[in-house]
């Protein structure tokens, strides 16, 4: 066993981050997806895509799109053009206690 399970006043609550550890982890690389709308198609329909074919996503072109992490929103925000290409400016954080439910605020 090691000194800190055996001895639990040196024992940190799981849901507090040891601020020394913190940067081992800001590094690392995630998938980032910027999600414009979403909607169920039944087989048959997918089957007959082709080029032309249109997919009604059931949104606003003037409604905020969403910023994901691991399937979870983080942000919402509006499509821009930068340096030629598609971007994302925020407009909306989600708050911590929403995108990491199971940490306790």
């Given at each position: 066993?090691?000194?800190?399970?055996?001895?639990?006043?040196?024992?940190?609550?799981?849901?507090?981050?040891?601020?020394?550890?913190?940067?081992v982890i800001l590094d690392i690389d995630?998938?980032?997806?910027?999600?414009?709308?979403?909607?169920?198609?039944?087989?048959?329909?997918?089957?007959?895509?082709?080029?032309?074919?249109?997919?009604?996503?059931?949104?606003?072109?003037?409604?905020?799109?969403?910023?994901?992490?691991?399937?979870?929103?983080?942000?919402?925000?509006?499509?821009?053009?930068?340096?030629?290409?598609?971007?994302?400016?925020?407009?909306?954080?989600?708050?911590?206690?929403?995108?990491?439910?199971?940490?306790?605020?």
């Amino acid at each position: 066993m090691s000194e800190m399970n055996q001895n639990p006043e040196n024992a940190q609550p799981t849901n507090q981050v040891d601020p020394s550890r913190i940067d081992v982890i800001l590094d690392i690389d995630l998938p980032v997806v910027v999600r414009f709308g979403r909607t169920d198609l039944p087989l048959r329909t997918l089957t007959r895509l082709g080029p032309g074919s249109v997919i009604d996503l059931g949104r606003s072109p003037d409604e905020p799109v969403e910023l994901m992490v691991s399937n979870r929103v983080v942000a919402r925000g509006e499509v821009v053009i930068v340096g030629g290409n598609y971007g994302i400016r925020i407009l909306d954080v989600v708050s911590p206690s929403e995108r990491m439910p199971w940490v306790e605020a």
